[in-house]
């Protein structure tokens, strides 16, 4: 792999591609940890403002609808003007919500941080995703891609085993103002992005128009939309399930919610290997094996119980966050490929309405349907959903060669 950051499109040379993936994996850590930290403490959230799990689920609903809100605008932005004052601005966004929500003592307040943590996250991917696509050869691609990835679980094994771990002690407030520190630094990371000099030749809204008119990706698009409804419903919810059907202590839930974390960090790497190497980076293959494993991990998820010994639902957490939450490197591979390379952060923030709108229908779904009928049917409704997914890849979804 070369060493060079050099873009025959229009990137000015920058750092090594070591340190440029950690800074891009950095995005997503920093970006990510935030809405994980809260997930591990769920049941503490929810005691302290009073709020039901459908509540909960709006509170991570709005963090992912306003990503799809901001999608659009924030591509065209970065493909207009460069990525780095709009990584800047992400973190800092994301810094400001955090802190927010750690001060917040309503719903409305929590809700208002989540809604700023989510703008800030919603303008990492395309920022990421395209500085990648510029810079990377397609047989490497994936690979790339899902490296940076990677960040996205790692973020979350330490917003999970840190607030999981520490909030006993601290508190949510205090737990959740460390992050918002460490969030802010982050934006630094900035200035390890490559500078761009070529833009668009199309007006934004004509690229916008172009993207969006574009059928085959907006198939691919909803088929990601329904897959990140089960994936952000599992994320958001496992570490409440295992400590109140479960009857889990707060460590040991945090732990199960790491190892899907883990696992999501596994996939990312694998898939997109996968597809390089064993497929010759074609994806949708690849594509179709996660949504049968994560079909099967979801459905195994329903049938769990207090008669389970613990030990066996960490090891289903596993193939399920390798699944159903470590499929998104590959899937950004996919929108990158199929759009116009001048205009690959407007494609990633298309698909982006998509998975924020799945996210945000879901999670309050997730939420209901556990108020409603309970977890078991609630883990059986993320299973039917995930292979609604698959089928639509299956049926509908063509590849680009």
Known sequence: ????????????????????????????????????????????????????AEDYGWLIGIYMIVQGVIAIPGGLLIDYLGARI?????M?????????????DTFWAAFFGMFLVGAGY????????????????????????????????????LGAMVAGTLVADFGRAQVLYGFAIVIGLAASMALLLPYRRGRPEAPPFAGMMAVMRDKNLQIFNTAIGIFQASMYSMLANIAAYCREVLAAEPALASACLSIAQAASAVGRLSW????????????????????????????????????WPFYLVLALAFPTGLAAAGYVGLTQTVCVEASDPKLTATAVGSNRIFTSAGAGIGLPFYGWVVDTYGYSAAWLSLSVIFALGTMVIAFWFRESR
Not at 86 to 90: D, E, H, I, R
């Open 1 to 52: 792999m070369s060493t060079s950051t050099t873009d025959p499109g229009g990137a000015r040379k920058g750092p090594p591609l070591p340190i440029l993936l950690a800074a891009l994996t950095g995005g997503h850590l920093f970006g990510n940890c935030t809405v994980i930290a809260i997930a591990a403490i769920a049941t503490d959230l929810k005691r302290e403002l009073g709020i039901s």
């Open 86 to 90: 709009v990584f800047a601005t992400s």
């Open 92 to 104: 800092l966004l994301a810094a400001g919500g955090t802190a927010a929500v750690a001060s917040a």
């Open 122 to 157: 919603g303008l990492v991917n395309p920022c990421t995703s395209k500085t990648v696509f510029d810079v990377f050869p397609k047989n490497r691609r994936g690979s790339a891609m899902g490296i940076k990835q990677t960040g996205v679980p790692l973020g979350g094994v």
């Open 272 to 307: 997109g290997a996968l597809s390089d190497l064993a497929f010759a980076a074609r994806r949708k293959p690849v594509l179709l094996i996660i949504g049968t494993v994560g079909t099967l991990s979801l459905l195994t998820m329903a049938t769990t119980s207090t008669n």
